[in-house]
T-cell receptor, first 119, second 112 residues
Framework: GAVVSQHPSWVICKSGTSVKIECRSLDFQATTMFWYRQFPKQSLMLMATSNEGSKATYEQGVEKDKFLINHASLTLSTLTVTSAHPEDSSFYIC???????????????FGPGTRLLVL | QKEVEQDPGPLSVPEGAIVSLNCTYSNSAFQYFMWYRQYSRKGPELLMYTYSSGNKEDGRFTAQVDKSSKYISLFIRDSQPSDSATYLCAMKLTGGGNKLTFGTGTQLKVEL
């Protein structure tokens, strides 16, 4: 149980294009999902908290117009990197809180990550 | 000072050794403690989850929380080469929103 998928697993795009990454909770409902960014050999950096049916909450320093988040259902959140530039190249990971099973609500389950390379 | 401190390693041990991974933290309000394992180029995988102080065992893994010392540990018995990964500690406040505060991760290598 508690499986989170991400799609695509990797993407290469040209500078100036937009890229959409999907995060799905496969066997549980997740009213809250999280988007992280990770640079090589560094820990996870929280970018934003995605809430189903409402606006996302962004961390300080994260441009909400650059990183658009949509949490349209209890099992799907999307992150769109708009007008991507080479400095946006990174490993993007989503996670989800399992709000279906009470004993697991305080943890987060992570997706496998999406590697983005902007040329 | 970071809220959560974790030795980045790398930590290299022979196969079969007992591994001890640790984190210290400064915020005494943390109540939920987690250990994640992350293989290279993969998302973190939840290994252990404990609430408040005490021990929890799951197979070869034991998690310990000492809230009085603000110190948590993960022990791996009979370590295997497949345990080679980065181990991240994470913790959460009670009712303090949903955010996890992560350590920087310890890179572990179990050698044959």
């Amino acid at each position: 149980g508690a499986v989170v998928s991400q799609h695509p697993s990797w993407v290469i795009c040209k500078s100036g294009t937009s890229v959409k990454i999907e995060c799905r909770s496969l066997d549980f409902q997740a009213t809250t999902m999280f988007w992280y960014r990770q640079f090589p050999k560094q820990s996870l950096m929280l970018m934003a908290t995605s809430n189903e049916g409402s606006k996302a909450t962004y961390e300080q320093g994260v441009e909400k117009d650059k990183f658009l988040i949509n949490h349209a259902s209890l099992t799907l959140s999307t992150l769109t990197v708009t007008s991507a530039h080479p400095e946006d190249s990174s490993f993007y990971i989503c996670s989800a809180r399992d709000t279906t099973h009470g004993t697991r609500q305080e943890t987060q389950y992570f997706g496998p990550g999406t590697r983005l390379l902007v040329l | 000072q970071k809220e959560v401190e974790q030795d980045p390693g790398p930590l290299s041990v022979p196969e079969g050794a007992i591994v001890s991974l640790n984190c210290t933290y400064s915020n005494s309000a943390f109540q939920y403690f987690m250990w994640y394992r992350q293989y290279s180029r993969k998302g973190p995988e939840l290994l252990m989850y404990t609430y408040s102080s005490g021990n929890k065992e799951d197979g070869r893994f034991t998690a310990q929380v000492d809230k009085s010392s603000k110190y948590i540990s993960l022990f791996i018995r009979d370590s295997q080469p497949s345990d080679s990964a980065t181990y991240l500690c994470a913790m959460k406040l009670t009712g303090g929103g949903n955010k996890l505060t992560f350590g920087t991760g310890t890179q572990l290598k179990v050698e044959l």
